[in-house]
């Protein structure tokens, strides 16, 4: 037995970068559960065959464009609509790309290349939570295991819980519904994002029109609600300015 | 194979969207792209969700739309209370459980 010292308490107590990512992603994949649920048995209803709906989980690696470009497919919409709405959906992760560069300037750039793939709403949420804090230190190395931890940790497990609904979504009790798992999870998403009047404006005009609108086919009531939201951001966002 | 087409269309362009900042990082978006790229997430997430939340098995009823609301209630003062996702929505879903079952009671099992 050799002595080798008091060891620096730090390297002891707190678990390297990439195992704080994995945990921040495991918790979320906990979250997630009921939506990958509800989705993956949503995804094998729709009369498109199951491993091809299951295939957006891996393509689009995103529950509400998944929903939304397959419930399109399923309601025969042509491909232009089926592309255009769930673009729309996703044009969302324009801001987090823009968002999340500043952060990873130090990152080799085939990793930034493997880290978009990444990219998605909580992976999005958990590493610019963690790379704001005061008592990050800034260092890309540290910076980009956490970010891949978490986020190999959210695709592994989104990929697991959609494919276990599409299997087994069919069995679960009536008297348990999941319906509600996808807008309860989109708004846990939108309440960090209310952050000043024109973010507010932005959701109460999208949200309403979009309601007003339901009842239009081919998911042009999404279409409409997000653009009328966009315009009502732009125009408080300039008042405030 | 339509569909799968279509889909790895909408993976590709979604990709580039993800890449389009993060593998330039130091390149600034356009400043007309700028404006807008804020208001995306509330306008996208609350086209998503207010449809959803009012009508969450296809149609707007009091029996629906009110144990829906609530649980968006829940969900919301979960999540500011704790900050916890996993607490947030599984308390919300479950206080929608508990609602729906309340008014099938009052409404004498109708569903």
């Given amino acids: 037995m050799t002595i080798t010292g008091h060891l620096p308490r730090r390297s002891v107590a707190e678990p390297s970068a990439l195992t704080q990512g994995v945990r921040g992603g495991l918790s979320v994949v906990l979250a997630y559960v009921p939506f990958g649920t509800a989705l993956g048995a949503a995804l094998a209803h729709t009369g498109v065959s199951a491993l091809t709906a299951w295939s957006s989980s891996p393509l689009l690696f995103g529950g509400a464009a998944q929903l939304v470009a397959v419930q399109l497919l399923a309601a025969g919409a042509p491909a232009g609509v089926v592309v255009a709405a769930a673009m729309v959906v996703n044009a969302r992760l324009l801001l987090y790309s823009a968002s999340l560069a500043p952060h990873a300037r130090g990152w080799p750039r085939r990793w930034r290349w493997l880290g978009a793939y990444l990219l998605v709403d909580p992976v999005y949420a958990l590493a610019v939570g963690r790379f704001s804090r005061s008592d990050d230190d800034g260092d890309p190395a540290r910076r980009l295991r956490f970010y891949l931890g978490a986020g190999a940790t959210m695709w592994v497990g989104w990929l697991a819980i959609t494919g276990l609904g599409v299997l087994v979504g069919g069995l679960l009790p009536a008297a348990l519904p999941l319906q509600l798992a996808a807008p309860l999870t989109f708004l846990v998403l939108l309440l960090p994002m209310l952050t000043g009047r024109a973010a507010a404006a932005a959701a109460v005009v999208g949200g309403l029109v979009a309601l007003a609108a339901s009842g239009l086919p081919l998911g042009l009531g999404l279409l409409c609600g997000a653009a009328a939201g966009v315009g009502a951001g732009v125009l408080a966002g300039g008042r405030d300015a | ?111």
Avoid: K, N
């Fill in chain 2, 1 to 111: 194979m339509r569909e799968l087409a279509i889909l790895v269309v909408i993976g590709l362009g979604t990709y580039l969207m993800r890449a389009s900042f993060l593998v330039t990082a130091g390149t600034d978006p356009p400043r007309a792209l700028a404006r807008v790229l804020p208001h995306l997430g509330p306008a996208v997430l609350a086209a998503l969700v207010v449809p959803s939340l009012a009508a969450p098995r296809g149609h707007v009823s009091v029996a629906e739309t009110v144990p829906s609301l609530v649980a968006a209630l829940a969900c919301w003062l979960l999540w500011r209370r704790t900050a916890r996702l996993p607490l947030a929505l599984f308390g919300g879903l479950g206080v929608w459980w508990l609602c729906l079952g309340a008014v099938s009671v009052v409404g004498g099992g109708a569903p």
